[in-house]
């Protein structure tokens, strides 16, 4: 029972670069959830999806596309990459909004 | 929007004593608060999750009040350890500028529990 998974763990990305980030659980929840954590500002929602086929923006979505085809993975791409970007990146899931989230390892990315 | 906000940043005590933790949150109107603990270079590891309705929440070593009304919560911990040296926490779940329920955090109290 893995719980939830983060491909890569680590990146460096050149600016106008494109990548995408993987997240997988084996949890069967219904939600995910994408996170950037940066020095001084806590965690911060870029994007969730309530189910299979659905997604939503977050507080900081803009520079991020996502996509949900699986009800197991969640997808994250940046398309054109920009060193504002350069954070580290946690996916979570949940069964529900009032329910715990459980969280991946985290990717930390660079772009320069 | 709602505003988390977590005090100390850092706080350092020697092994044995008892602490707590604070956190408050701005918009009383969440459906939960869950705390979480982070070590280094790793993800967030759920604590202890309180609901709406509820005053506290016991886990072990670790209490966690909530007061929805004032928009404060407490994490206590009792007889700290150097291995409860880690980043501690704090989640609300309610409305963001969408509509919809979603998590927000504060940016954490540092905690260093010296031997």
């Known amino acids: 029972n893995a719980g939830v998974t983060q491909t890569p763990k680590f990146r460096v990305l050149k600016t106008g670069q494109s990548m995408t980030l993987l997240c997988a659980q084996d949890m069967n929840h219904e939600y995910m959830y994408w996170y950037r954590q940066d020095p001084g500002m806590g965690l911060r929602l870029i994007h969730y999806?309530?189910?299979?086929?659905?997604?939503a923006k977050g507080e900081v979505p803009d520079g991020y596309n996502v996509s949900r085809l699986k009800k197991q993975n969640f997808l994250l791409g940046l398309e054109s990459a920009a060193p504002s970007q350069t954070s580290v990146y946690f996916c979570?899931?949940?069964?529900?909004?009032?329910?715990?989230?459980?969280f991946g390892p985290g990717t930390r990315l660079t772009v320069t | 929007k709602q505003e988390v906000t977590q005090i100390p940043a850092a706080l350092s005590v020697p092994e044995g004593e008892n602490l707590v933790l604070n956190c408050s949150f701005t918009d009383s109107a969440i459906y939960n608060l869950q705390w979480f603990r982070q070590d280094p270079g790793k993800g967030l590891t759920s604590l202890l999750l309180?609901?709406?309705?509820?005053r506290e929440q016991t886990s072990g070593r670790l209490n966690a009040s909530l007061d929805k009304s004032s928009g404060r919560s407490t994490l206590y911990i009792a007889a700290s350890q150097p291995g409860d040296s880690a980043t501690y926490l704090c989640a609300v779940t309610s409305l963001d500028q969408t509509g919809a329920n979603n998590l927000f955090f504060g940016t954490g109290t540092r905690l260093t529990v010296i031997p």
């Open positions: 979570a899931t949940s069964n529900g909004y009032s329910y715990e989230q459980y």
């Open positions: 999806s309530v189910g299979e086929g659905t997604t």
């Open positions: 309180i609901q709406s309705s509820q």
